[in-house]
């Protein structure tokens, strides 16, 4: 899978509004987190051409969930940065592995 990095961070993929989760809603297909093709329509500005993103969508991950397309967000990662993406009614944000606080027992 190819990833969109620039400076060191990598693209990534979620819906920050409410409704329908890009990721949590197809978590069998991590990889969507990371398309640097569709990271590419995002980034030029794809909300005046959300049926490119769509036919792209379609063709990539047929068996997927598309509700949340038009909702597309980059968010930049560190390289290497370990993350989970969370969400509250469709709202889907990353939380970074550092700056979480383990508890051991």
């Not at 819906?15 to 890009?22: E, I, K, L, R, V």
């Not at 990271?39 to 969930?65: C, S, T, W």
């Not at 597309?72 to 469709?90: M, P, S, T």
Request: aromatic residues 14%; proline residues 3%; hydrophobic residues 40%.
């Amino acid at each position: 899978m190819e990833k969109y990095i620039k400076d060191g961070k990598v693209a990534v993929l979620i819906s920050t509004n409410f409704g329908a989760g890009w990721f949590t809603w197809n978590r069998d297909y991590p990889e969507i987190l990371f398309d640097a093709e569709i990271v590419a329509e995002v980034l030029n500005g794809h909300f005046g051409n959300v049926e490119r993103i769509k036919q792209i969508v379609e063709r990539k991950y047929p068996q997927i969930y598309t509700g949340a397309i038009e909702e597309l967000n980059v968010e930049w990662v560190d390289a290497g940065e370990k993350f989970i993406v969370e969400e509250y009614d469709g709202s889907e944000s990353i939380r970074l592995m550092k700056s979480t606080p383990w508890i051991t027992a």
